[in-house]
């Protein structure tokens, strides 16, 4: 069980940069500064990061008129579900 929970950790770490990443882009997309790139914002939310990713993007507003993010992000959230749905049917049966 504490494999389990280090995996849950993770997942929330992930989740909770992505977030940040995306509010603080928008702040720099305000302020006219130095911006994060599309591609980091997209490589947090493939390393399971999406619903974090998803959740600053409306949150924030940003990223909303991209139809890749828009409509991405959203559909990438699904496939991770099903990722970690299939993970822990297959080595946390008992939970």
């Not at 940069?17 to 911006?35: E, F, Q, T």
């Not at 959203?74 to 579900?81: D, R, S, T």
Request: proline share 4%; with cysteine; glycine share 6%.
């Amino acid at each position: 069980m504490p494999a389990f929970r280090v995996v849950l950790w993770a997942l929330a770490g992930i989740n909770l940069a992505s977030l940040c990443l995306m509010g603080l882009d928008k702040w720099r997309a305000r302020k006219d500064a130095w911006r994060i790139r599309e591609r980091t914002l997209w490589l947090f939310a493939f390393l399971m990061g999406a619903y974090g990713a998803t959740l600053g993007m409306y949150l924030f507003r940003h990223k909303t008129r991209h139809p890749a993010f828009r409509y991405g992000l959203p559909a990438l959230c699904f496939v991770q579900l099903a990722i970690l749905i299939f993970l822990i049917v297959r080595y946390y049966p008992h939970v």
